[in-house]
């Protein structure tokens, strides 16, 4: 049975930081690419950053320079560290493993920047 489970979201101040877990489980979590995707209310689900092979990493425009993605093979986890963050960055946060044509979600994890 497929699993991937985010922690680490909550309420955060304009220019704090947090970090997003995803943990993994029931697929070969190496041979896959682990994404973080983002969905603000009244948005579309946007891409924040992905991680492959090889620790070859993307970001979204909106978040390079602040967001670090990385992968623990031993431990099926992927993370997000995101810094300086902003309001604009408030959204649920989804954890996305994909490889061939198979592709999973997690439930998704709040994160909400407010003074």
């Known amino acids: 049975q497929v699993q991937l489970v985010e922690s680490g979201g909550g309420l955060v101040q304009p220019g704090g930081s947090l970090r997003l877990s995803c943990a993994a489980s029931?697929?070969?979590?190496?041979?896959?690419?682990m994404s973080w995707y983002r969905q603000a209310p009244g948005k579309q689900r946007e891409l924040v950053a992905g991680?492959?092979?090889?620790?070859?990493?993307n970001y979204g425009e909106s978040v390079k320079g602040r967001f670090t993605i990385s992968r623990d093979n031993a431990k099926n986890t992927v993370y997000l560290q995101m810094n300086s963050l902003k309001p604009e960055d408030t959204a649920v946060y989804y954890c996305?493993?994909?490889?061939?044509?198979?592709?999973?979600w997690g439930q998704g994890t709040q994160v909400t920047v407010s003074s």
């Open positions: 991680i492959r092979s090889g620790d070859i990493t």
């Open positions: 996305h493993a994909r490889h061939s044509w198979y592709n999973y």
């Open positions: 029931g697929f070969t979590f190496s041979s896959y690419v």
